[in-house]
C-alpha cells in the first residue's frame, strides 16, 4: 500500500472526493484545493488573484467531468466552480447568477454528469440540473406541473444507473427517481411511512450491482441492499448496521461511499 499525503505533495490530507479524468489523470477534491495526480507526482490548483476567472474557494467536495473534459467542482460556500483544463480559466455558477443559471443555494453536497450530458447538482436546499447541449439551468423547487412534489430540502446524491434511469438521495426524505417524459419525480420512502426524516432515510451513496440490487448508503442508518420493481416500489432486501460483538459488522452506521470494484 502506498500513502500520498502532504509531505508527498498533496495540498491537504482531507479528500472529499475523487475522479479519474478521460485522459486517465486522477483528480482529488481537498479542503484545501484541487488536486491533479498522474501516478508518480501531484500537482495543486489553487486560487491565483493575479489572474481573472479563478476559483474563490478553497474547500472542494464533488467532481464529475464533462464531454469537453471541463471539471465541475462543488464547494461548500461558494457554488460550483468549472474549471477548464487546457487554460485553467475558472467559471462560477451561483445563486446569485444573473444570467438564468442561477442555482438554489451555494452550499453543495454533489455534482454529477449524466451520459446525456445534464450536470445534476445537489444542494442544501433543493435539486438543479444544467443541460449542456441545451445551456439550460433548471430548478426543482416546490410542485411540478404534474401535481408530484419536487425533492425536498436538502439532496445529498445523485446516481444514474444501467437503465440510464436518474436516482436522487436525500437527507431524510427517502430516495427520488427521475421521470425523463413528466420531467417530475416519484419519492421512495425507506421503511414504513413513519420512518420519513428517521437517519434511514438519509441517503448519502448509491450504487448498483450487477445483479440489479441498488446499495444505499446513509448517514446513520447502515447500508441497505434494495431492489426496484419497475421502478414503481422499492424492496429493501437486507439492512446492515454496526452491531457490537458480532463478528461480521460493517465498522459504522455513517456510509460515506460506495464502490464496485
Known sequence: ??????????????????????????????????????????????????????????????????????LWIGTDHSGV????????SVEIIDRSDTTGLAILDNNINHVYCDSRQRVWICTFSGLNMYDIHTGKMSSYSGIAESGKPYPLGTITFTYEDSRGKILIGSWGNGLYTYNEDTDDFNRFILGRPENLNDSINRVNSILE????????????????KTKFEDYKELVVLQHYNMNFGEEYTISSNIIYCLYLD
Do not use: V
Open 81 to 88: 466552480f468549472i474549471f477548464n483544463k487546457q487554460t485553467q
Open 1 to 70: 500500500i502506498q500513502k500520498y499525503n502532504i509531505t508527498s505533495g498533496l495540498s491537504s490530507d482531507y479528500i472529499r472526493a475523487i475522479c479519474q479524468d478521460s485522459e486517465g489523470y486522477i483528480w482529488l477534491a481537498s479542503s484545501n484545493g484541487l488536486n491533479r495526480f498522474d501516478g508518480y507526482s501531484s500537482k495543486s490548483y489553487k486560487p491565483d488573484y493575479n489572474k481573472p476567472n479563478t476559483f474563490t474557494n478553497l474547500d472542494f467536495n464533488s467532481l464529475t467531468e464533462d464531454k469537453d473534459g471541463n
Open 209 to 224: 450491482d450487477p445483479d440489479g440490487n441498488y446499495w444505499l448508503g446513509t448517514w446513520e442508518g447502515g447500508l441497505l
